[in-house]
């Protein structure tokens, strides 16, 4: 029996591959887009260090919580 089970070769499902795919597709526009206000806000605190935007802080905190480990959130 073992060695008509080590005769059938590997294949592997392509399904499975397209979905690992599919769920880490959007992985790197969320990374980017949650840096992006930080970043922004970061450069106009270096500029003018006495004049904060509130906007531009709530939208940094709130795109702060996409980055959240993706392997957590399946």
């Known amino acids: 029996m073992a060695v008509g089970m080590s005769e059938r070769s590997y294949q592997p499902d392509p399904r499975s591959d397209m979905k690992a795919l599919n769920r880490w597709g959007y992985y790197p526009l969320i990374l980017i887009g949650s840096w992006?206000?930080?970043t922004i806000?970061?450069?106009?605190?270096?500029i003018?260090?006495?004049?904060?935007?509130?906007?531009?802080?709530v939208l940094d905190v709130g795109m702060a919580q996409l980055m959240v480990n993706p392997i957590i959130c399946r």
């Open 36 to 38: 992006f206000f930080g």
């Open 41 to 46: 806000n970061r450069i106009h605190d270096v």
């Open 48 to 57: 003018e260090p006495g004049h904060k935007i509130f906007w531009l802080s």
